[in-house]
């Protein structure tokens, strides 16, 4: 078939696999094998999967090439046609396993897909297997108690970030062209920043969560993880849409994300995130931050600094909300078996469940100033920049969960808050090689325009193209 070129991992994107397999350089099981052989090879080391699923996914990629052999060039009919997907364990699979981390769900096996999991299988997505996550979803660690901790690809020591914690390592690993993630308090731009790779969390309401295991019905967002935004633009419109079916779910119109994608910033207003709550991140951070800032002047915009140091009471409002929602969900759990919880996770149920009442709706009344707050800024900018997170990775060995989740959230979780849609790219990487991420903020329902900045951004630099090199752990 094609050419018969082997696919190679070491580059490969999302779009640029598209592009070879339309033009049949290769088939969509020759390029399912090539990342099966590669989490085969790899998974022993960074620990990204709970459930490799092969053989769905060969039988995925068989119907894909049987599509495409019906297809004429250039009539493609499913926008991720054979494209190998992974996704966190927190979505329901149709007769696969869905453990969300938990040892209370080991051998919980559901009936349907979820929402957004149905969506990337009609656009013609291949499920390569559910990956491993932080226990419920609640931390951003990656250091699960039951299901080990996933290691990352940039240096082993390091945790990954999380929730969403397998599912990045295995786009930064070369193990999948895309994954899907979720994000509360951060748990998709936290180990994208700490990962160099791209993380979106669309607005509120924009892509379904049905069928996502719940840690807070205010606050969870779904988005992608990808090497690139060209590549999170064609999963987010693979995957946006109202579901009637889910209440937290918005009637708003879904824009063509790749239509605009390349018309860059020019004559833009980006407010740079300043003041003593952002410059209390780590030196090398805030010069990546800078250098960002100067990159987007040299594309035509106009950069002003202004003070967003009030975003602090969103981050401890999202905070508030999180562990009291989860506490309610998990209330039977935590009454009946308080010990079939990880000790952080159970630590910080234990103080959502604490929370009076008078905390909680204070917490709600910040959520909807800050939204209206939010709506004022966006009047006069286009974009906010700031840091994804304040530090680079730190040690998986010492690192305590609980205070990681303060700190590491301290510029993601205000965003969850308000239900803006937020961007996560690379942008520098430390003096000891670790990632660093930037973060682009634009206004409810305005994910083009994110996306928008940050492929300008990547045109413009290259660290997107920087991939780690792993070496397996070898018996």
Same mark, same amino acid.
């Given at each position: 078939?094609?050419?018969?070129?082997?696919?190679? %991992? +070491?580059?490969?994107?999302?779009?640029?696999?598209?592009?070879? %397999?339309? *033009?049949?350089?290769?088939?969509?099981?020759?390029?399912?094998?090539? #990342?099966?052989?590669?989490?085969?090879?790899?998974?022993?080391?960074?620990?990204?999967?709970?459930?490799?699923?092969?053989?769905?996914?060969?039988?995925?990629?068989?119907?894909?090439?049987?599509?495409?052999?019906?297809?004429?060039?250039?009539? !493609?009919?499913?926008?991720?046609? $054979?494209?190998?997907?992974?996704?966190?364990?927190?979505? &329901?699979?149709?007769?696969?396993?869905?453990?969300?981390?938990? *040892?209370?769900?080991?051998?919980?096996?559901?009936?349907?897909?979820?929402?957004?999991?149905?969506?990337?299988?009609?656009?013609?997505?291949?499920?390569?297997?559910?990956?491993?996550?932080?226990?419920?979803?609640?931390?951003?660690?990656? /250091?699960?108690?039951?299901?080990?901790?996933?290691?990352?690809?940039?240096?082993?020591?390091?945790?990954? =970030?999380?929730?969403?914690? =397998?599912?990045?390592?295995?786009?930064?690993?070369?193990?999948?062209?895309?994954?899907? =993630?979720?994000?509360?308090?951060?748990?998709?731009?936290?180990?994208?920043?700490?990962?160099?790779?791209?993380?979106?969390?669309?607005?509120? =309401?924009?892509?379904?969560?049905?069928?996502?295991?719940?840690?807070?019905?205010?606050?969870?967002?779904?988005?992608?993880?990808?090497?690139?935004?060209?590549?999170?633009?064609?999963?987010? +419109?693979?995957?946006?849409?109202?579901?009637?079916?889910?209440?937290?779910?918005? &009637?708003?119109?879904?824009?063509?994300? %790749?239509?605009? %994608?390349?018309?860059?910033?020019? $004559?833009?207003?980006?407010?740079? @995130?300043?003041?003593?709550?952002?410059?209390?991140? &780590?030196?090398? /951070?805030? @010069?990546?931050?800078?250098?960002?800032?100067?990159? #987007?002047?040299?594309?035509?915009? *106009?950069?002003?600094?202004?003070?967003?140091?009030?975003?602090?009471?969103?981050?401890?409002?999202?905070?508030?909300?999180?562990?009291?929602? $989860?506490?309610?969900?998990?209330?039977?759990?935590?009454?009946?078996?308080?010990?079939?919880?990880? @000790? &952080?996770?159970?630590?910080?149920?234990?103080?959502?469940?604490?929370?009076?009442?008078? !905390?909680?709706?204070?917490?709600?009344?910040?959520?909807?100033?800050?939204?209206?707050?939010?709506?004022?800024?966006?009047?006069?900018?286009?974009?906010?920049?700031?840091?994804?997170?304040?530090?680079?990775?730190?040690?998986?060995?010492?690192?305590?969960?609980? !205070?990681?989740?303060?700190?590491?959230?301290?510029?993601?979780?205000?965003?969850?808050?308000?239900?803006?849609?937020?961007?996560? /790219?690379?942008?520098? #990487?430390?003096?000891?090689?670790?990632?660093?991420?930037?973060?682009?903020?634009?206004?409810?329902?305005?994910?083009?325009?994110?996306?928008?900045?940050?492929?300008?951004?990547?045109?413009?630099?290259?660290?997107?193209?920087?991939?780690?090199?792993?070496?397996?752990?070898?018996?």
């Amino acid at each position: 078939m094609g050419l018969n070129m082997k696919p190679d %991992l +070491s580059t490969i994107t999302l779009s640029i696999a598209l592009e070879q %397999l339309r *033009r049949r350089e290769f088939s969509a099981v020759e390029l399912t094998e090539a #990342f099966l052989n590669q989490i085969e090879r790899l998974n022993p080391t960074i620990n990204a999967f709970i459930t490799p699923t092969p053989e769905l996914a060969r039988r995925g990629a068989s119907r894909a090439d049987a599509l495409l052999a019906d297809q004429a060039p250039g009539r !493609e009919c499913c926008a991720l046609l $054979g494209m190998p997907l992974t996704l966190k364990d927190i979505f &329901d699979t149709a007769g696969i396993r869905t453990t969300a981390g938990s *040892r209370f769900f080991a051998d919980h096996v559901p009936a349907e897909d979820a929402q957004a999991v149905q969506k990337l299988k009609l656009a013609g997505g291949v499920v390569l297997g559910k990956t491993n996550t932080h226990e419920i979803a609640l931390g951003v660690t990656g /250091v699960n108690p039951h299901y080990g901790a996933v290691k990352n690809p940039w240096n082993l020591t390091r945790v990954t =970030g999380g929730s969403s914690s =397998g599912s990045t390592a295995a786009v930064a690993a070369g193990m999948c062209l895309a994954a899907l =993630g979720s994000d509360t308090g951060g748990s998709i731009r936290i180990p994208a920043s700490l990962c160099g790779v791209v993380g979106l969390k669309p607005t509120y =309401g924009r892509v379904s969560t049905r069928g996502v295991f719940p840690l807070s019905w205010n606050l969870d967002h779904v988005g992608p993880l990808t090497q690139t935004v060209r590549d999170a633009a064609a999963m987010l +419109s693979a995957m946006a849409g109202f579901d009637p079916h889910d209440p937290a779910s918005a &009637d708003v119109p879904v824009e063509d994300y %790749l239509v605009h %994608l390349e018309d860059g910033v020019r $004559g833009w207003r980006i407010a740079l @995130a300043a003041g003593n709550y952002v410059e209390a991140s &780590d030196p090398q /951070v805030l @010069a990546a931050l800078s250098e960002a800032a100067r990159v #987007f002047m040299e594309l035509g915009a *106009r950069v002003e600094k202004v003070d967003m140091s009030w975003i602090e009471d969103l981050a401890l409002a999202n905070l508030r909300m999180v562990t009291a929602d $989860g506490a309610a969900f998990h209330r039977e759990r935590l009454a009946e078996h308080p010990d079939w919880f990880g @000790a &952080d996770v159970r630590q910080r149920l234990e103080s959502g469940a604490a929370l009076t009442s008078s !905390e909680y709706a204070l917490a709600r009344r910040t959520q909807a100033e800050s939204r209206r707050r939010f709506e004022m800024f966006f009047e006069n900018f286009d974009l906010l920049l700031l840091p994804t997170t304040p530090i680079p990775a730190p040690p998986i060995e010492g690192t305590q969960a609980v !205070e990681a989740a303060r700190r590491l959230t301290r510029f993601t979780a205000p965003f969850n808050l308000a239900g803006l849609p937020a961007l996560s /790219v690379a942008c520098g #990487f430390t003096d000891e090689k670790l990632p660093v991420g930037l973060q682009m903020i634009s206004r409810h329902w305005g994910e083009a325009t994110a996306l928008r900045a940050g492929r300008a951004f990547e045109q413009a630099t290259q660290w997107h193209e920087n991939r780690p090199k792993i070496f397996p752990v070898t018996e």
